[in-house]
Each structure stands twice: as structure tokens, then as C-alpha cells.
């Protein structure tokens, strides 16, 4: 099973921009999907982005036009660059990756197997 490790939280004032990082490791040749979900205080985790079938990102609404997800050329790596952060996106952001089924990448976490340690992301007013 792939293992994640998210690097690149912290803190930042409204408006400001981070970028994280979630390296996979271990992958046997399986194409996986890969997605960023968060989990803000007091809250149930929710889906952010994720890299479709098709290799182009998909955002939900709320970080549309704010948020990128890119990847490396060897494909290790996956990044979520956050740029115009609100307070509301304080949250503690995990990587997660599942094997691609033949339908497309799930949006829901209970679809994703495999789960970084969560990176914290606080955006102060």
C-alpha cells in the first residue's frame, strides 16, 4: 500500500498563499487517484481537490480559483498550491490515495485507502 507524508502547513494572515506537499511512496506500479480533503475544527473532513481519470484536477466550490493541484514529473508528488486563503480554509489538510477504479476518482473520503498524517493550515484574520 502507497504511504503519504504531507509537509508544508502553517500559519498565514488572510489573503496570503502556502503550498503543500504530499510525497507517495511505496506504489507497486498501481495507478492510484490522489486528493486533498480537509478537516476544519469541529468538523467533518471534506474534499477539496482531486486528480481525475483524466489527469485534470477537480475543486470543489469553495477553493475554485484559488487553489491548484500539480504534480511532479515522476509523478510522486502531489502539491496544492492555496493562494488568497480565507479563514474559513483553516483546517488540517491530509493527502489521501486509493487504487483508480475504472469509473473515475471517488470525491469521498471513505473511498480513500491510503491517508497522510495532516498538515495544519490556519488562516488568521
Known amino acids: 500500500q502507497v504511504q503519504l507524508l504531507e509537509s508544508g502547513g502553517g500559519a498565514v494572515q488572510s489573503g496570503g498563499s502556502l503550498r503543500l506537499s504530499c510525497t507517495a511512496s511505496?506504489?507497486?506500479?498501481?495507478?492510484?487517484?490522489m486528493a486533498w480533503f480537509r478537516q476544519p475544527p469541529g468538523k467533518e473532513r471534506e474534499w477539496v481537490a482531486v486528480?481525475?481519470?483524466?489527469?485534470?484536477?477537480f475543486y470543489t466550490d469553495s477553493v475554485k480559483g484559488r487553489f491548484t493541484v500539480s504534480e511532479d514529473d515522476a509523478k510522486t508528488t502531489l502539491f496544492l498550491h492555496m493562494d488568497s486563503l480565507k479563514p474559513e480554509d483553516t483546517a488540517m489538510y491530509y493527502c489521501?490515495?486509493?487504487?483508480?477504479?475504472?469509473?473515475?476518482?471517488?470525491?469521498?473520503?471513505?473511498?480513500?485507502?491510503?491517508w497522510g498524517q495532516g498538515t495544519q493550515v490556519t488562516v488568521s484574520s
Open positions: 511505496g506504489n507497486s506500479g498501481t495507478t492510484y487517484c
Open positions: 489521501a490515495a486509493t487504487p483508480r477504479p475504472s469509473w473515475g476518482c471517488p470525491t469521498t473520503a471513505i473511498d480513500y485507502n491510503a
Open positions: 486528480v481525475r481519470s483524466d489527469d485534470r484536477p
